[in-house]
């Protein structure tokens, strides 16, 4: 009984036998749509990305991702280069007008999930390391300047129409598209998508600026929640900043919007053409909305496409980037015949929900912050101070909020299973040496045990999770001595070097957790025959999914 931890062979039809251009196209090539292109190459699917942009963008939009999000850029193999392009954040305040503390979050450079807890970052510093890494893959092919006009669903593809920069027209064949093309979506669009829309929205001043000389600015994130005017404050990246200053009730767009304008707010703060570089100042006006359909047919929707939320918990392209990872491996596992498109309808179920949670949470603390009456101000600042006395030191961020519903494991009552949430990364040791978990066991999906589940799953469950490319790991208590080279076939040893894992372990009450590719936690077990249930209870979810007559490639 052996189980391989490469992809087996696959006895049906060859992904590149179909007849279509391409496996997935994907329409957009900002991060989300740059990351799941690589995603899906690393499982060995054929890509193609539709670009209507001839050149990459060069101006920042996003600025930060938080540290489960790094943990996902990671999985695309760019996070050894993180050093480069971002600074950990050290926290985020919120400030009266007087300067008193409304809310106080500390972040730590090891966060939960293996990185910093926040991570300031130049965008397009980060879509370079995307690009690079694309280009380096032989399954991705980007096309600049090609603009989807037209997209018709048949049988078993989209036929997508691109026009080109010159006028040109081609048609591209694909198994399935990705809309990751932005608030303004074609693809959206032109599938008559309807979006709810909360109708919470305000204008900001946006000013990018790259300071001539270093600043230390501490916390690096702030709100300064000033009814003479509310500002943000944050970090953008080595040696870049943003501040935005929201426009005023009688206060004009055209007014705001001005270079002078940006100038003269940006003074107080010690930013001047002498010290800095406006790189941008625009205004902008944030929406609250979420697509009501992700999934219509062979074509889906992610990032901000599917949903548009306030900047105030700097969840946006962190939203859409775990759009990208939940969607990479449901995409891969139908291409392979491993399930039928049905699985693909637990992506919309999974995600709408997790982002509605955030954008409700953004808008809840815009309400707090986008307060210009000096009275109700003053209420608010009165009552937040209150709920904070006898607090002392910063608070800590939440942890990543789980999935509800879903591709998970039915609650079994015993033990307190941690089905759903996203499991923290620690660091593990071989022979070889010590490091974080993902980069030492590898990605997929992974059965993570303290006991040798072989004896228990047979080789019927041996075979499927060996389907999944599933790495089988036994965690072995900190001080453990590892013999030299796996003497186990398929199962990979790993000591928990600070003991962290098997003391989450202990907090369920399990001896076992399978986890799912986008790190959110399947279910867990308690013991071997309960560690076989479990297994097949992620089997019987896809078995569901999978069409009569078992797997094969005309999905």
């Known amino acids: 009984m052996t189980m391989s931890t490469t992809r087996p062979h696959d006895p049906y039809e060859s992904p590149t036998d179909t007849g279509t251009d391409t496996d997935v196209a994907v329409v957009g090539n900002g991060p989300v749509g740059a990351a799941l292109s690589v995603l899906l190459a690393q499982r060995g699917l054929r890509v193609t990305v539709l ?7 060069l101006l920042p939009r996003a600025t930060s991702f938080d540290g489960e999000t790094a943990r996902l850029l990671a999985a695309t193999g760019v996070g050894d280069r993180f ?14 007008a007087a300067g008193e503390t409304l809310l106080d979050i500390a972040f730590s450079p090891t966060g939960r999930y293996g990185w910093p807890d926040a991570n300031t970052m130049h965008q397009p510093a980060l879509e370079r390391l995307l690009a690079a890494r694309a280009a380096a893959l032989p399954g991705v092919t980007v096309l600049r300047g090609h603009r989807v006009v037209d997209l018709a669903e048949r049988d078993d593809r989209v036929s997508l129409t691109v026009e080109t920069d010159d006028g040109a027209a081609r048609t591209v064949d694909a198994r399935w598209v990705v809309g990751c093309d932005g608030a303004n979506s074609f693809v959206r669009g032109h599938l008559g998508v309807p979006m709810t829309d909360l109708g919470f929205s305000y204008e900001w001043l946006l000013c990018d600026v790259e300071l001539r000389e270093p600043r230390a600015f501490t916390p690096t994130n702030v ?3 000033d009814p003479a005017r509310p500002t943000t404050l944050v970090g953008s ?3 870049h900043r943003r501040w935005e200053f929201m426009r005023l009730p009688g206060e004009s767009s055209a007014e705001l919007n001005r270079p002078e304008t940006a100038w003269r707010l940006l003074k107080p703060f010690g930013v001047t053409p002498e010290t800095a570089t406006l790189l941008r100042s625009t205004t902008y006006i944030f929406r609250a909305a979420w697509a009501d359909e992700w999934r219509s047919g062979r ?7 599917a949903h548009l939320m306030p900047p105030f918990a700097g969840q946006g392209m962190c939203s859409g980037l775990r759009d990208a990872a939940n969607l990479a491996w ?3 596992l139908t291409l392979r015949g491993l399930a039928d498109a049905s699985l693909l309808d637990t992506y919309a179920e999974e995600r709408r929900q997790h982002v509605k949670e955030s954008i409700l949470s953004s808008v809840q603390l815009g309400r707090v912050i986008c307060v210009t009456d000096p009275a109700a101000a003053a209420e608010r600042d009165a009552t937040v101070l209150a709920g904070r006395r006898g607090r002392t030191g910063p608070g800590a961020p939440d942890a990543a909020k789980p999935l509800s519903a879903g591709l998970l494991r039915a609650p079994s009552g015993e033990p307190r299973a941690p089905a759903g949430e996203v499991v923290p990364q620690w660091r593990v040791s071989t022979a070889d040496g010590t490091g974080l978990f993902d980069a030492v066991v590898g990605g997929g999906f992974v059965l993570l045990t303290t006991d040798d589940p072989r004896p228990a799953l047979g080789e019927d469950r041996w075979s499927f999770l060996a389907a999944l490319d599933t790495r089988v790991v036994r965690l072995s208590p900190p001080g453990t001595v590892l013999p030299p080279e796996d003497t186990e076939p398929g199962l990979t040893d790993v000591i928990d070097t600070d003991g962290f894992y098997r003391a989450y372990l202990a907090e369920h009450d399990a001896s076992a957790l399978l986890v799912r590719p986008d790190y959110h936690v399947f279910g867990a077990a308690r013991g071997t025959e309960d560690t ?3 297994v097949d209870g992620l089997r019987d979810r896809l078995a569901a999914a999978v069409p009569a007559g078992g797997p094969h490639r005309g999905t």
Do not use: F, M
């Not at 670009?51 to 963008?57: L, M, S």
């Not at 050093?83 to 009266?96: D, K, N």
């Not at 074509?299 to 496409?305: H, N, Q, R, S």
């Open 51 to 57: 670009e209507r942009r001839p050149r990459p963008y």
């Open 83 to 96: 050093g480069e392009i971002t600074e950990p954040a050290t926290g985020y305040q919120w400030h009266t």
């Open 223 to 225: 709100q300064i929640c």
């Open 237 to 239: 990246g080595p040696g």
């Open 299 to 305: 074509v889906l929707l992610a990032g901000d496409a």
């Open 330 to 332: 449901k995409l891969d």
């Open 532 to 534: 076989a249930a479990l």
